[in-house]
Nanobody, 128 residues
Framework: QVQLVESGGGSVQAGGSLRLSCVVS?????VGWFRRAPGKEREFVGI????????YYADFVEGRFTISMDSAQNTVYLQMNSLKPEDTAEYYC????????????????????????WGKGTLVTVSS
């Protein structure tokens, strides 16, 4: 059974930073980060291909977030800097296929974005 476990969420003031971790039990094409804010649909944050390649980010990231990978530890990270109150959300990592940049930017909110397995999420709260 494939498992993904997120950690690192918490409460931070606007302008602060957090690093989320996602440990996966099995490698696949790519690991993505997604989030769901209160009252909103799930949206794409970014994705990293497991074997190397371009990392894609959602437009709202605006250079504030960085996704990285420690292959030896089967762990993917989401470093979030300059956090804003609107970044408050449950953050999820997921395992699945790797598509083009336009695929992720045109998927409707709430879709599965081509991912097969999902973690349970970690909550990030940013206060003003």
């Amino acid at each position: 059974q494939v498992q993904l476990v997120e950690s690192g969420g918490g409460s931070v003031q606007a302008g602060g930073s957090l690093r989320l971790s996602c440990v996966v039990s099995r490698r696949s094409y790519a690991v993505g980060w997604f989030r769901r804010a209160p009252g909103k649909e799930r949206e794409f944050v970014g994705i990293i291909p497991w074997g190397g390649g371009e990392i894609y980010y959602a437009d709202f990231v605006e250079g504030r977030f960085t996704i990285s990978m420690d292959s030896a530890q089967n762990t993917v990270y989401l470093q979030m800097n300059s956090l804003k109150p609107e970044d408050t959300a449950e953050y999820y990592c997921a395992l699945g296929r790797y598509y083009s940049r336009s695929f992720y930017s045109t998927r409707p909110s709430g879709s599965d974005y081509g991912m097969d397995y999902w973690g349970k999420g970690t909550l990030v709260t940013v206060s003003s």
